[in-house]
């Protein structure tokens, strides 16, 4: 399961400050895809930039608030809808069924707007970016990294190996894997032989498992994993503040 409807972002354990100014706003792809999208700018900025993916659900309500939790932690912030080309740009909210466009989602697609993404986050200041994502999101922000984007790492929580593809021999952006030691939805066999490629292609990556946490662990609302979610949030601000001079600015 992805996360539930009434799932809450938990905070950072270190914030800088509040949340300085926020927008929904409509980008276009190269292609001339519209999609929906969701900015969050810190009153306090740490010099870094965050592109949110989301899980399967798109651009719910759960990703707006976690626009502002990182806001809070100091990254100017941008949250990306994947779903514009079959969906259109109607908002993602409990009703919406994203796994009734999910077959219809292409790389070549997120690609696309995650460029016009990162240009829009480049528009308003200067700072090194990075993706990260959940689940379906996870997957994508990993192979972002291959995309020649100039990302300075991706962050990925437990996304699915097949979204991610054949693309290694092309990352050229360090990799953080953030995963559930008891994931239903991906065997840890499964990201077993993917970074098992990353070693035999020499790609740089850091992996934690969080042993016995559930698929979607990263969920304030559920008390008994608030440490795992503090571990992965320092994790975070650990891997972004050590490649923060990495990637095109």
């Not at 016009?116 to 990260?132: D, L, Q």
């Not at 979204?163 to 840890?188: E, H, I, K, W, Y």
Request: aromatic fraction near 10%; proline fraction near 7%.
């Amino acid at each position: 399961m992805c996360h539930s409807v009434d799932a809450l972002p938990p905070a950072a354990p270190v914030v800088t400050g509040g949340v300085a100014e926020h927008e929904r706003l409509e980008l276009t792809a190269a292609d001339g895809n519209r999609f929906r999208a969701y900015r969050a700018a810190p009153a306090v900025p740490n010099g870094r930039n965050v592109l949110l993916l989301p899980d399967v659900r798109g651009l719910h309500p759960f990703y707006e608030a976690l626009a502002h939790r990182f806001a809070e932690a100091g990254f100017h912030t941008l949250a990306a809808d994947p779903y514009g080309r079959s969906a259109g740009t109607g908002p993602r909210d409990g009703s919406f069924d994203g796994m009734a466009y999910l077959a219809l989602l292409e790389p070549a697609h997120v690609e696309a707007d995650a460029a016009a993404a990162v240009a829009a986050i480049r528009e308003r200041g200067s700072g090194p970016v990075f993706s990260v994502g959940f689940c379906l999101g996870g997957a994508y922000s990993w192979r972002l990294a291959a995309a020649g984007l100039g990302l300075a790492g991706a962050v990925g929580f437990y996304g699915p190996p097949r979204f991610f593809g054949d693309v290694t021999p092309r990352l050229s952006a360090p990799l953080l894997m953030l995963l559930a030691g008891n994931d239903v939805a991906t065997p840890q066999e499964e990201f077993d032989a993917l970074t098992a490629g990353f070693d035999a292609a020499g790609k740089e990556y850091e992996t934690h498992v969080y042993d016995g946490a559930p698929h979607s662990f990263f969920d304030a609302s559920y008390a008994e994993w608030r440490q795992e979610c503090a571990d992965a949030w320092h994790r975070i601000l650990d891997f972004t503040r050590r490649h923060g001079g990495a990637g095109i600015s």
